[in-house]
């Protein structure tokens, strides 16, 4: 009776700890949108992945997400260096404050 007891009070542990992180209640919503789906899915489970976020972005687009970030990463390098070399020669030829200013 004692292992029963024991057992028991894990599962409530377990339940309470779903509710505090909020898994209940976002499956509970997922569940509650798939039973008022008019047409039912083929596929429960790839609805329940969809609505929870969990099959994510395709591996290609991944892939060719990151190439184009390294790609605009490198860009944005050789644009701040061209901004730092274009602010030097401009500066080269901008008149002083007190050139601008005489009193």
């Known amino acids: 009776m004692a292992h029963y007891k024991a057992a028991d009070s894990k599962r409530e542990q ?3 700890y779903l509710e505090k992180a909020g898994v ?3 499956l509970t919503k997922v569940l509650v949108a798939l039973y008022e789906e008019p047409e039912k899915p083929n596929n429960a489970l790839d609805f329940l992945k969809h609505h929870l976020g969990a099959s994510g972005p395709d591996t290609p687009d991944v892939e060719t997400m990151r190439l184009e970030l390294a790609e605009l990463k490198q860009k944005y390098e050789l644009i ?3 901004n730092r070399e274009l602010k030097g020669k401009l500066a080269e030829y ?3 404050p007190e ?5």
């Not at 050139?99 to 009193?103: A, Q, S, Y």
Request: no cysteine; glycine share 0%; aromatic share 6%.
């Open 14 to 16: 377990f339940r309470r």
């Open 24 to 26: 209940l209640d976002t």
């Open 80 to 82: 701040l260096e061209e």
């Open 94 to 96: 901008e008149p002083s």
């Open 99 to 103: 050139e601008k200013h005489p009193e």
